[in-house]
């Protein structure tokens, strides 16, 4: 069975300072990959998306990650972070209809 | 923009209660999802429905059943609501044409927080 694993449920970076959050997955084949962002007392947005061809993947917001298919992840990254980045970041995989989505990573941002 | 309206931000029910749970999107999409989303679980898939009248269940349809009569609207029902069904809902839609992730988005409303006493 498919499944999406985000090692860390929370995250505190400091504003300006570069963020990383790891996924992992475990799939017969290689999905579809999904980044999404929750702002608090909203629904989920779309950060960034792979299908196949490179493997770094550019986002909106500043965001990119890169799909290591040998370590089976798709770790998110942003080079400086902003206040208005603290959310919480969802991971997703899948290949039809359905999407399997990690438990979440909430990133804190002090000043 | 594509929107997707969820009709009830915030609703308290009681025990045994029907609970009806409403979206509606207004971009023209076939695909159309109820996720439950719980702190330290995620988005889970309770229901689908890629057409008109069909649904398909998702990993966590017990207690709940949908009805989609109109390709615009989506109805999440909770025949008779219990405590541990209290959660943040979460609708989504995304276009056709093969359906699912593969057409690109899903597209979320803002949520409807349901407590259960």
């Known amino acids: 069975a498919q499944s999406v694993t985000q090692p860390d449920i929370h995250i505190t970076v400091s504003e300006g300072a570069s963020l990383e959050l790891r996924c992992n997955y475990s799939y017969g084949a290689t999905p579809y990959l999904f980044w999404y962002v929750q702002s608090p007392g909203q629904g989920l947005q779309l950060l960034l998306k792979y299908f196949s061809g490179d493997t770094l993947v550019q986002g909106i917001k500043g965001f990119e990650a890169e799909f290591k298919r040998s370590q089976s992840s798709f770790n998110l990254r942003k080079p400086s972070v902003h206040w208005s980045d603290a959310a919480e970041y969802f991971c997703a995989v899948g290949l039809d209809y359905k999407l399997s989505f990690g438990a979440g990573t909430t990133v804190t941002v002090r000043a | 923009d594509v929107k997707v309206t969820q009709s009830s931000r915030y609703l308290v029910k009681r025990t045994g209660e029907k609970v009806f749970l409403e979206c509606v999107q207004d971009?023209?999409?076939?695909?159309m999802f109820w996720y439950r989303q719980d702190p330290g679980l995620g988005l889970r898939l309770i229901y689908f429905?890629?057409?008109?009248?069909?649904?398909e269940k998702g990993d966590i349809p017990e207690g709940y059943s949908v009805s989609r009569e109109k390709k615009e609207r989506f109805s999440l029902i909770l025949e008779s609501a219990s405590t541990n069904q209290t959660s943040m809902y979460l609708c989504?839609?995304?276009?056709?044409?093969?359906?699912?992730?593969?057409?690109?988005?899903?597209?979320f409303g803002e949520g409807s927080r349901l407590t259960v006493l």
């Open positions: 989504a839609s995304t276009p056709g044409g093969g359906g699912g992730p593969n057409t690109g988005e899903l597209f």
């Open positions: 971009m023209d999409h076939e695909n």
């Open positions: 429905s890629y057409d008109v009248k069909m649904k």
